[in-house]
């Protein structure tokens, strides 16, 4: 399997209402059958986990989500990718759709798992799980249900919270830390898989840290433990009955567990949930800046020993960071005294620290560790407003080629054909020549570079002068700074021997 179709397969732990998606996605009992008696026999976890089982159980509930939806809504299909697999499925059931009489409202439902972790009714789940609902149901394992109300939800981290009415305490647990955890360790996932409620599966941990591409923060758990469907929002725990993850995604090709699962660590989901409870909304640290990973070119480019840190791409003008001495080009390297290994370890931690906080921040520039300390925004806030911008418009328009680019000077036609906004200056791209050095770069044409090594280039010949004066360097890699048509900037390290 490709990457690229590995990622794909990663999917939230959720009910889908397409019928082709779930003929495609469910398997057949006698398939499912025959995946469960081929698991090795002596894969026997710990006498503990009976134990274990008993004493948490009735802390996890099961919860169903239901939408009412107008009449008219029922036309609204997305019409199918041409050559899309049950592309021909769709189209029946969109011609069905389409000649069914009108009725009146429907109820889009969906169901899922999630856990008690205040005896007062305070309930944990997945935001997917929930979705758009406005009736929610909780079931306990006594067969009693009650209606819950949203106390506040994170799509990011996939987190939601709820409340529910209680007669008496109800039997809670409590988040564990999950960075104790070893490769190997025994957890056990309680849940409602396919709409079998109280439902026990255990397995090891089996990685630490994944990244899967499914929010901004990602730092999954891997488990082995069994997750299907319906089991999204239920706990993960350790052997002493403490939730380590929230169990949320898992990478099957099928729909069934084939036995990679993801759970959100406790530490990660801790603070937003209290977060959530506290203000019914996220309150996340924000530096301002817009960053991206360091790879072996660029670090090459930057002249970095390792390929590690945080390169900043670019600098919101309204954002905390403006007002600090931090730069385009410049590489974090560490945030509050911690390291930044990955540029998803900033974005975590900035996250993670309180709104209005003052932080020193450690950065490589030009080869020279600087010091920078920034009072932190609110990122939420940072979402609903815009970006104030410049403008400038360059001269004329004169073509020429360097490391397989096709250049041009901006023009106000070149700005018009390619919608470069006015704010933006550089040199354009017009186009790309196949196997060369830029080519696998994901370089296109509209693309303009702003920069080449840290040095701003308002024509082509200022870039052809910047590659020439870093092979004479004897640079390996010229990192560009490129703002793509969608309008946001990155840093892309091209080699020079492909010229």
């Not at 944990?124 to 799980?129: I, K, L, P």
Request: aromatic share 4%; charged share 25%; glycine share 10%.
């Amino acid at each position: 399997m490709t990457i690229e179709k590995t990622i794909a397969a990663v999917r939230p732990v959720r009910r889908f209402a397409g019928v082709g998606i779930i003929s495609r996605c469910l398997l057949p009992l006698t398939i499912a059958a025959s995946v469960m008696l081929t698991s090795p026999a002596t894969a026997r976890g710990p006498e503990a986990i009976a134990d274990l089982t008993n004493e948490v159980i009735e802390a996890v509930v099961n919860i169903s989500a239901s939408e009412s939806k107008a009449a008219s809504a029922r036309r609204d299909v997305p019409p199918p990718i041409p050559g899309a697999p049950f592309g021909d499925l769709f189209d029946e059931f969109r011609k069905r759709r389409d000649e069914e009489p009108q009725r009146g409202p429907r109820q889009s439902e969906s169901a899922g798992s999630g856990f008690v972790i205040d005896p007062s009714g305070i309930i944990v789940t997945n935001n997917h799980v929930i979705g758009d609902s406005n009736d929610i149901t909780v079931s306990f394992t006594d067969g009693s249900k009650r209606k819950a109300e949203l106390v506040g939800r994170d799509d990011k981290l996939d987190l939601a919270v709820l409340k529910v009415n209680a007669d008496k305490p109800l039997k809670a647990v409590k988040f564990g830390p999950s960075e104790n955890l070893r490769i190997g360790d025994w957890v056990v996932a309680i849940g409602n898989p396919f709409g079998l409620g109280g439902s026990v599966t255990a397995g090891i941990i089996s990685a630490h840290s994944r990244d899967i591409e499914q929010g901004p923060y990602d730092d999954y758990i891997q488990t082995d433990a069994a997750i299907n469907r319906g089991n999204s929002g239920g706990p993960l725990f350790n052997l002493a009955g403490e939730v380590v993850g929230i169990n949320t995604a898992i990478l099957s090709p099928t729909g069934g567990s084939v036995g990679i699962g993801f759970a959100v660590p406790a530490e990660l989901a801790g603070p937003t949930i209290a977060q959530l409870r506290e203000f019914g909304e996220t309150r996340r640290g924000w530096l301002g800046v817009r960053i991206q990973a360091v790879d072996e070119d660029a670090a090459d480019a930057l002249g970095l020993a390792r390929a590690e840190g945080a390169l900043v791409a670019s600098i919101d003008k309204e954002g905390p960071a403006a007002n600090a001495d931090i730069k385009t080009g410049d590489v974090i390297i560490r945030y509050n005294g911690k390291p930044v290994k990955e540029s998803r370890d900033l974005s975590r931690s900035v996250a993670a620290t309180e709104v209005g906080a003052k932080v020193r921040v450690t950065l490589l520039r030009e080869g020279k560790q600087r010091q920078a300390t920034v009072t932190l925004g609110r990122l939420e806030d940072s979402e609903k407003s815009a970006a104030a911008t410049a403008s400038e418009e360059p001269g004329k328009t004169t073509g020429t080629r360097a490391l397989g680019l096709e250049l041009s000077e901006i023009d106000d036609e070149l700005r018009q054909q390619y919608e470069i906004a006015k704010s933006v200056s550089g040199v354009v791209v017009v186009g790309v020549e196949s196997a060369s050095a830029a080519s696998d770069k994901d370089i296109g044409a509209g693309d303009v570079i702003v920069e080449v090594a840290q040095v701003a280039v308002a024509t082509p010949a200022d870039v052809e002068r910047r590659v020439e004066a870093l092979r004479k360097e004897g640079r390996r890699s010229a990192l560009f700074l490129i703002t793509g048509r969608d309008g946001e900037t990155r840093f892309v390290a091209i080699r020079l021997s492909g010229d």
